[in-house]
């Protein structure tokens, strides 16, 4: 068996706080004021303990001597005939009696229903308080959840992003690389065709140096001709 959760002297004391405090000890009261339990068990251990502050204590007859027994048997023997007429009057009260028992039952009925549509209404509502915070806890839930699609969406559609990026990224490498060599093929060229030029540059110069010397020997040879010349005609006049 399970043992119990709750001592009844905390049950106890937790059912005279409710009664302090004006309010009705049912199952569920009690078991909100101590923190737990069955409610069944903690309104029995109240009900019990009620029980027995109103019982009335029984002290033990002490048996009696045979002397005084043999004087109540003769006493008893004499009042037979006086219990029998008191019989219908005794009657008459047990009829009485049953009818205030009977009264006493039906009260006794009454305030047990009473206590089960209290413990019914208390029961009632911790189900309206369980039901409320359990559609908290859905509607909650539910905006997680559509927190978390949409985080989903978010980070799937940046993935494309990041992807498209990367191929732009990629491919503005790969232009730049064309770039890149295509510059150098150019600076090669460019290079040779400055080489080439200061080339052509000296070609010019040594060609300019050289029709100068040939521009000088051919005046001279003039001159030479020309005095050559002039001693012929001189010569054919004499």
Known sequence: MRPAEFAPEQIIAAGDALIAAGRNVTGFALRQKVGGGNPNRLKSVWDEHIASKTATTVVPVAELPVEVAEEVAAVTRSLT???AQLATELNDKAVKAAERRVAEVVRAAGEQREQAERELADAAQTVDDLETALDQANSEI?????????SQQHAQAQAVELAQLR???????????ASAEEANRTAERAKKAEAELDQARKDAAQAREEAARQGGKLDALTEQNTALLATLQAAGKK
């Open 142 to 150: 539910a905006t997680l959840e559509q927190r978390l699609a949409e």
């Open 167 to 177: 191929e732009r990224i990629a491919s503005i490498e790969k232009s730049a690389a």
């Open 81 to 83: 005939e006086r219990i």
